[in-house]
């Protein structure tokens, strides 16, 4: 078996000289014949995408042809042909090819999102990036991967363009998350013909617990920065999320540490203590009572099952 690392290799975008965080545009790593498609070369994505890993940003994957499998926090989606597959920051993927993959992967932090379409919904709004609705995948129509193949062929020619102004690729990229949004809205109308539109409420919780879940383990924490009781914000989530708001934060704890179980050789001790959980034997209980097994059982019969 091959060693385990101590930590999941997380990668982060290049810096980038201007004060408007960067948004990098690359193909797949098995791409063919598509070298001299644009005036200058798309870059191969320089990091490896066939191991587990995480992301300090967003990422949309426009896959135009292509055959295999994208794992996403332990739930496999088989890729057969034209799709959209979405990621936000944390969360551990791997993609594994079976044939060669045409397309792209837009990589792109919040900031560089907000600062160029201010007005637009929040990224936490957007249903397939919200994990808890795992949405992550639109599956297109020929029509629909037209469409957006001559978005992002017209965008990647602008971003390789030293002479144009990013501000265009800022744009563009507010016109695809809404095209996406249109199309996740109309396909889980199809799937549910009277569902539940996710409040602001609920899209600034998720967004708060995504980026603190590791600090602030109780509901008054975020209650009270969204000027709201804790009661309440339970009823809420309860009512769009199928789950209490303590039980949220629990789940997030508890991704975490599976990823850290599965992926790292961290112990058990010291898995609690990277989620903040001061007492191991009470991370042991709760992950017992939520799984039905220890945290080694489980980091074992994971293991065992991938391999």
């Known amino acids: 078996m091959n060693s385990v690392p101590d930590s999941i290799p997380i990668h982060s975008l290049p810096k980038s000289p201007s004060k408007v965080p960067a948004l990098k545009i690359f193909r797949f790593k098995n791409s063919i014949g598509v070298e001299n498609e644009l005036p200058v070369s798309l870059p191969i994505t320089p990091l490896p995408t066939d191991t587990p890993h995480?992301?300090?940003?967003?990422?949309?994957?426009?896959v135009e042809e292509g055959q295999g499998f994208h794992e996403i926090d332990f739930h496999s989606y088989n890729i057969q042909g034209a799709g959209l597959h979405f990621l936000t920051p944390g969360q551990v993927h791997l993609l594994t090819f079976s044939t060669s993959f045409q397309g792209y992967i837009v990589a792109f932090s919040e900031d560089f999102y907000t600062f160029y379409n201010p007005v637009n919904q929040p990224l936490s709004q957007l249903s397939f990036f919200q994990p808890a609705r795992r949405q992550p995948i639109i599956t297109l129509s020929e029509h629909e991967k037209h469409y957006f193949h001559n978005i992002l062929e017209n965008m990647v020619e602008d971003h390789l363009n030293p002479e144009i102004d990013q501000s265009l690729a800022g744009k563009y990229l507010g016109l695809l998350l809404q095209k996406c949004a249109f199309l996740s809205q109309k396909n889980h109308q199809i799937e549910d013909s009277a569902p539940l539109s996710v409040p602001e409420l609920v899209g600034r919780f998720q967004e708060m617990v995504e980026k603190?879940?590791?600090?602030?383990?109780?509901?008054?924490?975020?209650?009270?920065?969204?000027?709201?009781?804790?009661?309440?914000?339970?009823?809420?989530?309860?009512?769009?999320?199928?789950?209490?708001?303590?039980?949220?934060?629990?789940?997030?704890?508890?991704?975490?540490?599976?990823?850290?179980?599965?992926?790292?050789?961290?112990?058990?001790?010291?898995i609690a203590y990277h989620i903040q959980l001061d007492d191991p034997s009470y991370f042991g209980r709760i992950f017992k009572k939520k799984t039905g097994l220890t945290p080694n059982e489980y980091r074992d019969q994971v293991r065992k099952s991938a391999i």
Do not use: M
């Open 212 to 270: 603190n879940f590791r600090t602030k383990h109780e509901v008054q924490q975020y209650a009270q920065e969204l000027s709201v009781s804790p009661d309440y914000l339970s009823k809420i989530i309860r009512k769009y999320l199928g789950k209490s708001s303590q039980e949220y934060i629990l789940d997030k704890l508890l991704l975490e540490a599976k990823r850290l179980l599965v992926f790292t050789n961290l112990s058990s001790k010291e």
């Open 54 to 62: 995480r992301h300090t940003y967003y990422e949309i994957l426009f």
